[in-house]
């Protein structure tokens, strides 16, 4: 089913995300109490919006640094060659990565832009020269370490 647009979600419908998007574990008694709505039009509203599509679905925000991959770097990649099928395959061999936690492909002078998450700069030099640079089509790689994060929805939200 395609999602409504943007316009067609009413006031409750906002409120019901808002909150969700701070606490995907909230009860739906305590949801109902914050959007002023019963419960069980409250559970309606959440199938609804699921079955839409705008609720993509529920999960737990890892702390990474408590998981011993504190090391982050953003990673330009240009490719050799950008017909379908050459985007098909970097695409599926990206998406079997575990260390690239983000993957966008890029308008701009370089294809790709690969967020990679590692454990220290050791094992990033590892991951970049063993695992991106055998991705199929790659041409080029430029590797920017993040040195903080100064805004992170996710880390925020948890």
Known sequence: MKPPPESELDQIDRRILEE???NGR???AELSRRV???KTPCQARIRNLEKQGVILGYRAVLNPDRLGLPHVAFVEVRLTDTRKAALAAFNAAVRQMPEVEQAHMI?????YLLKVRTRDIAAYREVLGEKISALPYVAHTSTHVSMEAVKDDAAERA
């Open 20 to 22: 969700l998007s701070k």
């Open 36 to 38: 002023h709505l019963s």
């Open 26 to 28: 909230i009860s739906v």
């Open 107 to 111: 308008a701009s002078s370089f294809d």
